[in-house]
């Protein structure tokens, strides 16, 4: 999938583990005939650099993957997480 949209805000790369997972998040306000939708991306592993030279107010095109999963709560009940995986990221001239 494929999306533009102006950069409102760009996270800084957390490492999580001992095999040290990376990820970064950032958001993309997208604009829509009445609402513009600011939605939020991630970014993980080796992409997370695809951001660095990008600034907040810069106009993006976005490729990016939905991902979801499941996850068992202590009390059996199942809850489902979407993310939006980015995997290519340039400033829109």
């Known amino acids: 999938m494929e999306a533009k949209g ?4 760009k996270g800084e790369t957390t490492e999580y ?6 990820k970064r998040d950032f958001a993309v306000e997208i604009p829509d005939e009445k609402y513009p939708q ?7 592993q080796d992409k997370c650099e695809l951001l660095d ?18 996850w068992t ?9 979407n993310s939006l995986q980015v995997w290519k990221l340039e400033i829109d001239f």
Request: charged share 35%; proline share 2%.
């Open 6 to 9: 102006k950069l409102i805000m």
């Open 17 to 22: 583990g001992a095999k040290g997972f990376k």
């Open 38 to 44: 600011k939605i939020g991306f991630e970014l993980i």
């Open 53 to 70: 030279d990008i600034e907040v107010g810069d106009t993006v095109k976005l490729s990016y993957n939905l991902r979801g999963r499941d």
């Open 73 to 81: 709560n202590p009390k059996g009940e199942v809850k489902y997480f």
